[in-house]
């Protein structure tokens, strides 16, 4: 396994392991969150798809299945959280004073870490890559983690 697909695969199940944790408590109590949405300046009816995405789409890109179209909903997520929420706010995330204010460092952390694995992709422990799902051309195979020894390091 090259190291680009190590780091994607540490990203990807990162990431996904994060949305779910933060979709767990949305899904399972949609009027709260339906509530927080309205109190925020979305649509309360919003608050079911970004649940369901958090929730099933975390378990998904966790997995590696559909992981570039989850990583983009996941990104195009983040954007919309971190343009109209936590930009306003500022940068740090822990911002003193008010509990509920948290600035878009985290949001622009996470855009990083999924661009990584779109670029890159799902790697090779993902059923994306288990039923054969590639990108349109043909990704070399797996290397070796070993350094070659005709190449100087």
């Known amino acids: 396994m090259t190291r680009a697909a190590l780091v994607s695969t540490l990203n990807r199940i990162f990431c996904g392991a994060v949305f779910l944790i933060h979709g767990t408590p949305k899904i399972?109590?949609?009027?709260?969150?339906?509530?927080?949405?309205?109190?925020?300046?979305?649509?309360?009816?919003?608050?079911?798809?970004?649940?369901?995405?958090?929730?099933?789409?975390?378990?998904l890109l966790m997995a590696g299945l559909l992981t570039r179209i989850?990583?983009?909903?996941?990104?195009?997520?983040?954007v919309v959280a971190g343009l109209k929420v936590h930009f306003p706010v500022g940068w740090?995330?822990?911002?003193?004073?008010d509990p509920m204010a948290r600035g878009y460092?985290?949001?622009?952390?996470?855009?990083?870490l999924l661009l990584g694995v779109l670029l890159i992709g799902p790697g090779p422990f993902s059923v994306d890559r288990?039923?054969?799902?590639?990108?349109?051309?043909?990704?070399?195979?797996?290397?070796?983690?070993?350094?070659?020894?005709?190449?100087?390091?």
């Open 28 to 59: 399972f109590n949609l009027q709260e969150t339906s509530s927080g949405f309205v109190a925020m300046g979305f649509p309360g009816w919003l608050a079911v798809p970004v649940a369901v995405l958090e929730f099933f789409g975390g378990i």
């Open 70 to 78: 989850m990583t983009g909903l996941f990104m195009i997520e983040m």
């Open 92 to 97: 740090d995330v822990f911002q003193f004073g």
């Open 105 to 112: 460092e985290y949001n622009l952390a996470l855009i990083l």
């Open 130 to 153: 288990l039923i054969g799902w590639r990108r349109g051309r043909e990704e070399p195979p797996v290397e070796s983690f070993e350094p070659r020894p005709d190449v100087a390091p």
